[in-house]
């Protein structure tokens, strides 16, 4: 799977489980917390999603809002992760 492929992923699960099918105002570099789309709950919804979808587990130090302060910074910390797991 490309890196592209990623961000699509997270982004389509953002859009449809966030905004409601509104992407109109989401780009990989938006702020997640800024600007109210994900909060600490919205955070647990997509690190289970992700640890079920690539088949990780994310320990709790991890859980940190600037690895999920945005798509890219998800995409960025979902690649070192999975590039240390193999």
């Given at each position: 799977?490309?890196?592209?492929?990623?961000?699509?992923?997270?982004?389509?699960?953002i859009v449809e489980?966030?905004?409601f099918g509104d992407n109109s105002q989401l780009k990989t570099d938006t702020p997640l917390f800024?600007?109210?789309?994900?909060?600490?709950?919205?955070v647990l919804e997509l690190v289970s999603f992700i640890e079920e979808k690539y088949?990780?587990?994310?320990?709790?130090?991890?859980?940190?809002?600037?690895?999920?302060?945005?798509?890219?910074a998800i995409e960025k910390f979902l690649l070192n992760k999975l590039n240390h797991q193999n």
């Open positions: 799977m490309n890196e592209q492929n990623y961000s699509d992923v997270i982004m389509t699960f489980n966030f905004l800024e600007k109210g789309i994900i909060d600490s709950t919205g088949n990780i587990n994310f320990q709790d130090d991890e859980l940190v809002q600037d690895n999920f302060s945005s798509i890219s």
